[in-house]
């Protein structure tokens, strides 16, 4: 026990919990303070490995680099793969056209990445389960390792069941690699473990104390199961989780939509799951504190205005989606000129708020916009000496969302009642969105359930931008076909084909997705 407190803190450093103990800038005011210490352990045993799974969270391969955006942004219209063309050109017709290949290079990583998840998180159950076999009692902090071991295990199951379909079900501890080479099971008993585990996950605190920032409450373990369900379309049960977590009062709209991705609008009211992230002066770029979400989608560009890769970069037809005057869209998109190109007249003219910079990228780009809700803040990059934005946290679920499937569920359940909480709940987001503008953005009043679903659909489509669940939201509701066919999608493209490294490997036990054998 005692050698495994003494390297908590590296632990707890993974999840960057942490703040440099020199760095009294009020640069860094908005940042989580204080340094954690062998006295602040909670939880015993299972506390340094559950720190770990935050870590492993922000992992480049599943949330904040270029596996993570080619499975949740570029398959949607409203993503490129970006950068310049012929960087990673070999990803375009699969990511962005549909023309998948088993092989693809970017399908092992994330495969792998929410299984080693997956299997850390089983080793912390086992190790509970095992020790209350023997007699042992848990405490209440022992108890809550637990549940947070089981919604990390519950996320990644639902990032491979929404990616992939029938994935292997490995709910178990791993102590050879044979164990692992399982066959697949259905979908209905890949949901089946998500729901027991959220479930379980729901017991977790409604809050924590400002130390323990950022770790998962039943709120998140809710929205997640809310989200879950979502993709059945189980529109009570939806309905419920969502509400569940409205009424427990913890979150709120009161953030300003523009300061929401601003660092000082991190762990804001409006955050209901986010990943914390951080950095020294000392090590300004490394993902053992903070993630590289911002460098691999940040400005391509020289000098001052090299602010990373440029992957990841939105469409024009993003921009068509909004209402005229959306003030949401200048806090989505991030504008550039390029060496052959002017700064463009729909930008505002002083540059990017609230900075006013004026961006200039490469040309031959393979994108219109940048990613605004991963643009850091130039005073920190001065502060660190680094224009990456290691520092930055990803904001996983936000309050809105939740809003939004609440309001959905209650569309789609129908009658008066129902229908006028969703009218309710769609204005409450409009309204935050609308501001101090009376002149944008009208109250949707329609109480006819075709046109109200279709509103909903929108508000996610732009209060959600460039975040990570469009082309899901699309395959949900059965519109992919018709908002992505003209780029070649087809109804197998709900799934992913397996990695063929996966299927070599199994010698024989996985079996390839249907509709990509031969």
């Known amino acids: 026990m005692k050698n495994i407190l003494k390297n908590i803190r590296l632990a707890v450093a993974g999840l960057a919990l942490v703040v440099a103990a020199g760095a009294c800038s009020d640069l860094l005011d908005q940042r989580p303070q204080g340094e954690w210490t062998i006295d602040d352990v909670e939880g015993g045993a299972y506390f340094s490995q559950v720190m770990a799974l935050y870590s492993m969270a922000r992992n480049y391969n599943i949330t904040a680099g270029i596996p993570a955006f080619a499975f949740h942004y570029y398959r949607s219209e409203d993503s490129r793969k970006g950068s310049v063309k012929t960087d990673g050109a070999e990803h375009t017709p699969m990511w962005d056209g549909y023309q998948y290949t088993a092989g693809n290079g970017l399908l092992n990583p994330y495969w ?47 990032n491979l069941v929404r990616a992939f379909g029938e994935v292997p079900l490995v709910n178990f501890a791993i102590e050879n690699s044979e164990q692992a080479n399982i ?53 009570p049960q939806m309905y419920q989780c969502a509400k569940q977590v409205i009424d427990s009062k913890r979150y709120d709209l009161k953030t300003p939509f523009e300061k929401i991705f601003r660092e000082e609008g991190e762990n ?97 780009l393979d994108g219109v916009f940048f990613n605004k809700k991963a643009y850091c803040s130039p005073r920190l990059r001065e502060f660190y000496g680094n224009r990456n934005g290691f520092w930055y946290n990803i904001r996983m679920i936000r309050y809105s969302d939740v809003v939004l499937m609440a309001a959905e569920a209650a569309c789609e359940m129908g009658g008066g009642t129902y229908t006028r909480e969703a009218l309710d709940l769609l204005e409450s987001v409009r309204k935050r969105a609308r501001g101090s503008r009376t002149d944008v953005l009208p109250k949707v009043t329609t109480t006819d359930q075709a046109e109200l ?48 490294t996966q299927i070599d490997a199994s010698n024989g036990v996985l079996v390839q997705n249907p509709d990509y054998v031969g």
């Open 112 to 158: 792998s990445t929410n299984y080693e998840i997956i299997n850390a998180a089983n080793t912390i159950i086992a190790q509970a389960d095992k020790a209350q076999s023997g007699g042992a009692q848990l405490n209440e902090a022992e108890m809550q390792c637990i549940m947070e071991a089981r919604f990390f295990r519950a996320w990644c199951f639902f």
């Open 183 to 235: 066959p697949k099971s259905p979908v209905d008993a890949i949901y089946k473990q998500i729901d027991e585990d959220l479930s379980a996950a729901e017991g977790l605190p409604l809050s924590w104390e400002s130390r323990f920032i950022g770790r998962l409450t039943s709120g998140a373990a809710r929205a997640l199961h809310a989200k879950s369900y979502a993709q059945r379309r189980m529109w």
């Open 268 to 364: 804001s009211s409006e955050s209901v799951w986010e990943l914390q992230c951080t950095a020294t002066t000392a090590e300004p770029s490394t993902d053992k504190l903070g993630s590289q979400f911002c460098q691999v989608q940040g400005c391509r560009g020289a000098g001052s205005s090299d602010l990373g890769w440029g992957w990841h970069m939105a469409t024009m037809e993003l921009f068509k989606a909004f209402e005229a005057g959306d003030p949401r869209r200048d806090e989505t998109l991030l504008y550039f000129s390029t060496p052959t190109k002017p700064w463009p007249d729909y930008a505002p003219a002083d540059g990017n708020r609230p900075f006013n910079e004026k961006l200039v990228a490469q040309d031959g």
């Open 453 to 500: 679903r279709k509103a909903i659909h929108h508000e996610r489509h732009v209060e959600l931008a460039l975040e990570f669940d469009r082309f899901y939201d699309l395959v949900r509701w059965n519109e992919a076909v018709e908002v992505l066919g003209p780029q070649g999608y087809q109804d197998k493209n709900k799934y992913l084909p397996l990695p063929q």
